[in-house]
């Protein structure tokens, strides 16, 4: 095998993605089997779930005596759910190896007017789902000495997006449960990382962002002048559970078109009128 494709190869590794059966966490499921990895696909919608390990079951080359992609249901607010969907998986493929922390929620509300409540539904989703997550895996991952964490933060994690406070403090305290897990499971063969994607419009988002004037600004601010793909963060993905990711721990990396780099540019939205010279 070339040394540039056995740096991104998978084959053999076992992952499950919570929030699979759709949008980015989706993309990741497709892309880790197209790697070689068997992947389980975690959602509350079973048949959401089963439809999307279907097709991408397809996509990896699988049929029905091979199965490479599988549905599990899995509520991540729920520790005896979480326990289930890791202990399915490893039945289902004998193993554990990779877990991407991709199940989410989005609200949308003047702060004025957010419920503690609410807030803390978002928190549960996104933070403590998943640390249940992460422990859950993680105790497979210490037994074996080996195992990789992926969470999904969010370019929310490092700049305000108004009306989206409760999202916005989730995505902030990944950052800070990346690091955490990173610091002390490293000495377990644990390596901890997370991705935060720009602006992808996916189920939870699009209403907010597509044709609209909040989307209009984010894509004059993003130098590339577009809206990401999930696919595009996918690849991320692949980097940071591959051997080519072997010594990356505690880190973020940011895909998102330039949009934290942006200052002043030239880039504007498709729809808008085009910049003056």
């Known amino acids: 095998m070339p040394i540039a494709t056995s ?20 993309a990741i499921a497709q892309a880790l089997a197209q790697h070689g990895a068997n992947v389980a696909i975690g959602s509350r919608t079973l048949d959401k779930t089963a439809a999307a390990a279907h ?11 091979n199965i490479r992609v599988t549905g599990i ?13 890791v202990r399915k998986t490893v039945d289902r493929f004998g193993r554990l190896d990779i877990l991407v922390n991709s199940a989410g929620v989005m609200l949308r509300k003047p702060t004025f007017e957010l ?6 539904k978002i928190y549960d989703t996104h933070v403590a789902g998943a640390l249940r997550c992460s422990q ?25 997006l108004v009306e989206v406070t409760s999202y916005a403090c989730a995505k902030n ?33 699009k209403k907010m962002i597509e044709n609209t004037d909040r ?45 934290l780099a942006s200052g002043i540019g030239d880039a504007c939205a498709p729809w808008a009128p085009p910049p003056k010279a």
């Open 7 to 26: 740096l991104f190869d998978l084959t053999g590794k076992v992952a499950l993605v919570t929030g699979g059966a759709s949008g980015i966490g989706k």
């Open 55 to 65: 097709e991408l079951n397809q996509v990896a080359g699988g049929d029905d005596n």
């Open 73 to 85: 249901a899995i509520d991540v607010t729920q520790n005896a759910a979480v326990e289930s969907a």
């Open 115 to 120: 419920d503690v409540e609410e807030f803390k």
């Open 136 to 160: 859950a895996a993680g105790r497979m991952f210490r037994e074996q000495h080996a195992g990789c964490i992926i969470n999904l933060a969010s370019i929310s994690s490092f700049v305000d």
């Open 173 to 205: 305290a990944v950052l800070g449960l990346t690091r955490s897990l990173a610091n002390e499971w490293a000495k377990f063969g644990i390596r901890t990382n997370a991705i935060a994607p720009g602006f992808v419009p996916t189920d939870i988002n």
């Open 215 to 259: 989307g209009r600004r984010i894509l004059e601010h993003t130098p590339m002048g577009r809206f990401g793909k999930a696919d595009e963060i996918a690849g991320a993905a692949v980097y940071l559970a591959s051997p080519a990711g072997a010594f990356v721990n505690g880190h973020t990396l940011v895909v998102d078109g330039g949009y």
